[in-house]
């Protein structure tokens, strides 16, 4: 079965420090994969989507950059975080092709101070 | 542009029925989908409907669409507490390279 990890769970940071959080799936090959940041509201606003190694797909500008090294890897990534950046990212997975179900990871809660 | 909508709150006694409303803009949708999020968790896929069907049962889950209307329905039955979270339902966008489109969020809080 499939599974997808994220990490750290959680994170404090203060302005202006560098960020990284990571994503990996287990059990499938070439998923597309997904950063949202979900905010204090609800909604969620997908940040970055990939179809496949190296290729990244931005959707909103952002003080955040995406990449995917390998197969199965997605790392959300800042130089310098700020204020605006807390919330609750989540990295999801869907299988090959378009507008198939995604799966969620358990997300990291990133409080910048 | 392509928008769902939901309320966003609702609130039943334990052991009544719960429905979750949600319209969405997208006609060439092909599945719509219902997440629960639980506080502090990632989101879960309940369950998803072909647009080609009008209703889909599973255990106390029951999905109605109305493609006529773009109106989707959620039906919980027997709504337990551990039922209360946020249920989002989402449409695909084919505008959008088949990207998927979230609602809000609709508060289900289940009074014992």
């Known amino acids: 079965s499939q599974t997808i990890h994220q990490w750290p769970a959680t994170l404090v940071q203060p302005v202006g420090s560098p960020l990284s959080l990571e994503c990996t799936v287990e059990?499938?090959?070439?998923?597309?994969l997904y950063w949202y940041r979900q905010a204090a509201g609800r909604g969620l606003q997908l940040l970055f989507y990939?179809?496949?190694?190296?290729?990244i797909s931005s959707e909103v500008p952002q003080n955040l950059s995406a990449s995917r090294p390998q197969d199965r890897q997605f790392i959300l990534s800042s130089k310098k975080l700020l204020l605006s950046d807390s919330g609750f990212y989540l990295c999801?997975?869907?299988?090959?092709?378009?507008?198939?179900?995604?799966?969620f990871g358990p997300g990291t809660r990133l409080t910048v101070t | 542009g392509e928008d769902v909508e939901q309320s966003l709150f609702l609130s039943v006694r334990e052991g009544d029925s719960s429905v979750i409303n949600c319209t969405y803009t997208?006609?060439?949708?092909?599945?719509l989908y219902w997440y629960k999020q639980e506080p502090g968790a990632g989101l879960q896929l309940l369950t998803y409907?072909?647009?080609?069907?009008d209703m889909k049962q599973d255990q106390r889950l029951t999905v109605l669409l109305n493609k006529k209307d773009k109106h989707l329905s959620l039906r919980i039955a027997d709504t337990q507490t551990g039922d209360s979270a946020i249920y989002f339902c989402?449409?695909?966008?084919?505008?959008?390279?088949?990207?998927?489109?979230f609602g809000q969020g609709t508060e289900l809080s289940v009074k014992p």
């Open positions: 999801a997975w869907s299988p090959t092709g378009a507008g198939r179900e995604q799966y």
């Open positions: 059990g499938t090959s070439n998923p597309n």
């Open positions: 990939s179809v496949g190694i190296g290729q």
């Open positions: 997208d006609s060439s949708s092909t599945y």
């Open positions: 409907i072909f647009s080609n069907m």
């Open positions: 989402a449409e695909v966008s084919y505008n959008q390279g088949g990207k998927l489109i």
